[in-house]
């Protein structure tokens, strides 16, 4: 008995610290971090490196997976009152705060050093977005619908983080991809909120801007879908420095960014949970074909 349950031990472990890491979301944040890499590396001046992109996907996965696991520690009590969250490992009892705060602590060791084997600037951000997510978005959860404003930070930064990673620099180029992602972050986490509306209420958290589902919220969701339109599509108008995509490809971001816009529309229309699901989805997909399209330009021009 006490052998078959050792042996179900590692299996336990592992799934314990996907959970505490949120895999799922770590992986979309490096799938950002390998697009920003990928678009900004040059045969002259930034050539590719294995290496680099190696410990790039490594050590933001450890940021990402550290400022999720700090969250989960900060969070514990109101997780057990969510449907949603009450069965990760701390919530549940399967895991005790101190050993999530050490994993979270070796995450953050590892994910840095990692991170400043690349450059200086790159382990900054990576440990600016871990200090804005875990003392402040986290804690402002319970306080104010700013929030998410104060998230869309550290929530944008893996995009660029590719960028800075490949050129050491921090320019227009990095700028214009943290702009995206950060413009994406609100239409993407206001739909989450509209459809977890009561869960999230369980716990205290304000994740809408107005507080409510109403005609304000929907309104927003709107205009930060059209803002994120309009800075998708500055990457075609040539004022972005190396960061260029062709107007063809613009057509299909465009298209692209109609499709979210429509899905946002029907929230405003219907305001309903299935809606806002959908939405969610929908932005899911938009920004992971955005950044196919972009790198798929780069090399096809």
Request: glycine content about 6%; overall charge positive; charged content about 10%.
């Amino acid at each position: 008995m006490n052998t078959s349950a050792s042996s179900f031990a590692p299996l336990k472990i592992y799934h314990d610290f996907k959970q505490i890491t949120k895999a799922g979301l770590a992986i979309s944040v490096v799938f950002s971090s390998i697009a920003g890499y990928l678009l900004a590396f040059d045969d002259k001046n930034n050539p590719f490196s294995w290496t680099t992109l190696v410990m790039l996907i490594i050590g933001g996965y450890c940021m990402v997976g550290a400022s999720n696991a700090y969250n989960q520690v900060i969070e514990k009590d109101l997780d057990a009152l969510m449907d949603r969250t009450k069965n990760r490992p701390v919530p549940s009892g399967r895991m005790s705060p101190k050993v999530a705060l050490v994993v979270a602590s070796l995450l953050t060791i590892i994910g840095i050093v990692l991170l400043y084997q690349i450059n200086q600037k790159t382990a900054m951000f990576g440990a600016i977005s871990i200090f804005l997510y875990t003392s402040l978005y986290t804690p402002l959860k319970t306080v104010t619908p700013l929030s998410v404003f104060v998230g869309a930070f550290p929530g944008a930064i893996p995009f660029m983080l590719g960028w800075v990673a490949a050129t050491d620099h921090f320019g227009i180029e990095a700028g214009t991809l943290f702009l995206i992602q950060f413009f994406w972050q609100f239409p993407h986490f206001w739909a989450i909120g509209w459809f977890l509306f009561e869960d999230y209420e369980k716990a205290g958290f304000y994740m809408l801007p107005t507080g409510q589902k109403d005609n304000k919220t929907a309104v927003q969701i709107l205009l930060y879908t059209l803002w994120l339109i309009v800075a998708s599509l500055l990457p075609c108008l040539g004022f972005t420095g190396r960061l260029h995509i062709s107007m063809i490809s613009a057509v299909f971001v465009l298209i692209l960014g109609l499709w979210m816009l429509l899905y946002a529309v029907k929230l405003y229309k219907q305001r309903t949970p299935k809606a806002a699901r959908i939405l969610m989805l929908v932005s899911v997909s938009y920004i992971t074909l955005l950044q196919i399209i972009y790198i798929t330009d780069k090399f096809l021009r």
